[in-house]
């Protein structure tokens, strides 16, 4: 090979091996990194026949149940029942819930399944609009906020 | 009647955005110095209607013209005014209004400071550009017009603007951002004019390299407004979310420097000439993205707009018609090109190359942690999120390399660098800097393994910047004062230096806060106290005012530090009255050292409230290494050799720069 072709080369095969090195640790580092999301009925009846383990990282989507947020009078520990068409399933949370947490209204919570039906949230979102509701959860509960209005309307 | 007027005149604007995309472009490929010269008045005609449109609208907010839809839905008559004048662009609609007129600001920049450039290639930039915007103005007119009236029923009063948006950050933040963003059409269209013309030699790198430069600044200083924005205005102090639409802006921002530092070995060297090209084509084509993304609502996050598919399908065909257009061009092209310069493994060029690499393969990263969870819905595979850790995970791994290369590339030679100097400058700076970052680990007295590894970075590049001026100085004749070499140096390199500097200081300020900051979220009754580090906060209550469009529960929270007062803190919680929405407005004692952050959570039962205290460490170093990195860039922009072409377009119509332009 000529000089030239293989100065070539060398560059060529570092970008190739570096690309691709870049890429298996990005896919490594997603492993730990992906969470799935699950509604409340999803929690508990399975997502496509698949349970979520206890112990997994998750993120869950529903609306606040009313009447069901206690907290602690001590500390910051809150608990409340999240619900979308089945049955609800509780979040614990240590912290400030965001400005706009209320009863009734759609929230995200992201964090850890600690029992069949409960989830210690490392994270809680509700976005800074009335009417916002997460989209994943908006798709699972087109067409019930009608029948279910006790479970579905409160705070709107 | 003002707003037909605005209405006219964004049509006009298409069609003189129409006309420039066609003429120029025609002249140039047929050689008709009359067509060639429609460029400039038309560029000129298209900013002064966008303009006309946006005075419209801003006029429309001014005297509460609720007729307007877009005016009644991001206004209310008890803003106050210069919230009024913001919120033109704190909506879906008149953003984009605003980025229509930083685009035909760029095109008419680049008209009139584009003397020393051949006319044919100044016209087939700005036709580029008029191709551009000839899609956006499109999109505008069709699926988003402020202009869009609600007669004949006319609200009483406006829905108000968000609060979130009621604030000094929102003035300035998205003008910025923009400009920086749209500036990065103005590398595409040079790119695209040279594809067009098939001369893709170094001296399109030459002119388009200031712009790159000027958009660059900008962005960063949009980005770092951004984030310090959400640092002080979310209010639960954090200064990077790795939320999608920050991933939007960063992604152009990490392909722009890219560009930034290939047009620098392009114009010097002659080589990476196609890579360079496909970064320009890359960066805007990233900033297409990221518009498509936060407007199309196919993501969810604090900044996204209300969502439309139409609006996200119409920008996903301009980002496939241009890119594409451009891509394609580019495959017929690439043959011809071919680079003329040599250089040995070890010389400024490879670490360039380096650098380029790892920037893309940042890009990379967080173009696949924004667009995987988008990708998996698609495939009906799920929704899932991807979390912080991910991207904070795979950026250290990535800023190892970066900042060796970052080190060793200003001081090595182009060509060929004789690697035992490097090894001892290198090993030099890395000893001091290690020392440097153990003495500050062992100040404080919590371990952060981290922090060392972060630290000595930072200094690693401080030291060899130093070096690297040393270096510098000491080639030049020492006959002169060590002031007056300094003096000697370029601007364009102290640019460099200034770009680097600021790196290091980001770097600072980030692996300080995140390895040191503390934290504490408590219940407080008034009369209660915490402790955090030094500081005492003392809780003396809550007490209510009235703002102009707002109820607050103001509190008020003693400091001290070993004892002694320090200050009066006083976090907010309001309530916006015509959307009944709370906000949490924080409190913020800040020093070169240090910020104290007080958050008012929600009210508790009897008198007590959810209270977040944060120290957080040389968080302000974040932003300033942004302005620094800016600065270097504005020194940059300064050098002699731009200003000089500037002149030479007030002299005669120089032969020398045409000759250089044919011949190269």
Redo the contacts between chains.
């Keep these: 090979m000529n000089p030239r072709r293989k100065?070539r080369l060398?560059?060529v095969s570092a970008?190739v091996l570096?690309?691709g090195g870049?890429i298996a640790?990005?896919l490594y580092?997603?492993n730990?990194?992906?969470?799935?999301?699950y509604t409340p009925s999803e929690i508990i009846e399975g997502?496509?026949g698949e349970k979520p383990q206890v112990g997994q990282r998750l993120?869950i989507g529903g609306m606040v149940v009313p009447g069901t947020v206690e907290?602690d009078?001590?500390?910051?520990q809150v608990a409340f029942d999240l619900v979308d068409t089945g049955p609800p399933v509780t979040v614990l949370y240590?912290?400030?819930?965001p400005?706009?947490f209320r009863e009734g209204q759609g929230i995200v919570a992201?964090g850890v399944l600690v029992e069949a039906t409960t989830i210690k949230a490392q994270e809680v979102l509700a976005?800074?609009d009335?009417e916002y509701m997460?989209?994943?959860l908006a798709e699972k509960m087109k067409g019930i906020r009608h029948v279910k209005p006790e479970n579905a309307g409160g705070g709107t | 009647m003002i707003p037909e007027l605005g209405n006219i005149a964004l049509t006009l604007a298409l069609v003189s955005a129409i006309l420039l995309a066609v003429f120029p472009l025609w002249g140039a490929q047929t050689n008709q110095s009359g067509l060639i010269a429609t460029a400039r008045p038309l560029a000129l005609g298209m900013f002064t209607f966008t303009l006309i449109a946006f005075v419209c609208l801003s006029y429309a907010f001014a005297t509460d013209d609720f007729s307007l839809s877009y005016v009644a839905q991001n206004s209310n008559t008890q803003l106050p005014m210069q919230y009024k004048l913001t919120a033109v662009w704190g909506g879906h609609e008149g953003s984009f209004l605003l980025w229509v007129l930083m685009l035909s600001l760029w095109t008419v920049a680049v008209a009139i400071f584009s003397g020393s450039i051949p006319q044919e290639m100044v016209a087939r930039v700005l036709a580029v550009l008029g191709m551009v915007s000839v899609g956006f103005y499109l999109f505008m007119l069709l699926t988003s017009n402020p202009f869009q009236s609600m007669l004949p029923f006319v609200p009483v009063d406006g829905q108000d603007l968000?609060p979130?948006l009621q604030d000094f950050g929102m003035i300035i933040h998205p003008p910025m951002l923009y400009m920086g963003y749209v500036g990065f059409s103005v590398a595409f269209a040079f790119a695209g004019a040279a594809l067009i013309a098939g001369k893709l030699d170094s001296t399109w790198a030459r002119w388009s390299r200031p712009w790159v430069q000027a958009a660059w600044c900008f962005l960063t200083i949009g980005i770092c407004l951004g984030s310090w924005w959400a640092y002080y205005e979310l209010?639960w102090g954090g200064w990077w979310f790795w939320d999608p639409v920050e991933n939007a802006s960063f992604m152009p921002w990490l392909a722009g420097t890219a560009l930034m530092h290939s047009l620098a070995v392009t114009e010097k060297r002659k080589v990476f000439k196609s890579w360079t090209v496909l970064l320009a084509i890359g960066a805007f084509s990233l900033s297409l993205l990221g518009t498509f993304l936060v407007r199309s609502g196919v993501i969810?996050s604090?900044h996204s707009f209300a969502s439309d598919p139409t609006r996200g399908l119409f920008i996903l065909g301009i980002l496939v018609v241009l890119s594409g257009g451009a891509l394609l061009l580019f495959a017929l092209r690439a043959a011809s090109l071919n680079s003329v310069g040599r250089y040995q493994?070890v010389s400024r060029e490879v670490m360039l190359?380096g650098n380029n690499?790892l920037l893309c393969?940042a890009t990379?990263?967080v173009l696949?942690g924004t667009l995987?969870p988008l990708v998996h819905k698609e495939l009906g595979l799920?929704?899932?999120?991807?979390?912080a850790?991910?991207f904070n995970?795979?950026f250290v791994?990535?800023i190892v390399p970066f900042v060796f290369l970052l080190c060793i590339g200003p001081l090595s030679r182009w060509k060929q660098q004789s690697v035992k100097a490097l090894a001892r400058q290198l090993i030099t700076a890395f000893c001091i800097s290690l020392v440097a970052a153990l003495l500050i680990f062992f100040s404080y007295s919590e371990q952060a393994y981290m922090a060392v590894l972060g630290l000595t970075l930072s200094f690693w590049i401080l030291v060899a910047s130093v070096l690297e001026v040393w270096q510098r100085i000491g080639a030049m004749d020492s006959q002169y004062s060590i002031a007056k070499r300094l003096r000697m140096l370029t601007r364009s390199h102290w640019g460099m230096i200034l770009g680097h500097v600021g790196f290091a200081v980001t770097l600072i300020g980030i692996t300080l806060v995140s390895n040191y900051e503390q934290e504490r979220?408590?219940?407080m009754l008034p009369g209660e106290q915490i402790t955090l580090s030094d500081y005492t906060f003392v809780f003396n209550g809550v007490s209510k005012t009235q703002g102009p469009n707002y109820e607050s529960d103001v509190g008020h929270f003693s400091v001290y530090r070993s004892g002694e007062k320090l200050t009066t803190m006083m976090p907010e919680k309001r309530i916006y009255t015509v959307?009944?929405?709370?906000?949490?407005e924080a409190a913020i004692h800040t020093t070169i050292s240090r910020d104290l952050f007080i958050?008012l959570?929600?009210p508790?039962?009897d008198g007590a409230w959810?209270v977040?205290v944060y120290i957080k460490p040389f968080v302000t170093w974040i932003w300033g290494g942004g302005a620094i990195m800016a600065l270097g860039g504005v020194c940059a922009l300064s050098d002699r050799r731009y200003r000089m072409s500037t002149l030479a377009k007030f002299k005669k119509a120089s032969p020398l720069s045409s000759a250089t332009g044919e011949h190269a």
């Design positions: 100065q060398l560059v970008v570096l690309v870049a640790l990005m580092a997603l730990d990194n992906i969470d799935l999301f997502k496509k993120r907290r009078n001590q500390t910051l240590n912290g400030i819930l400005d706009l992201t976005k800074h009335e997460p989209p994943e | 968000n979130l209010g969810v604090v493994t190359m690499i393969a990379l990263v696949l995987l799920g929704a899932i999120s991807i979390g850790p991910f995970k795979m791994y990535l979220d408590v219940r959307q009944r929405m709370p906000m949490t958050a959570g929600e508790l039962d959810a977040r």
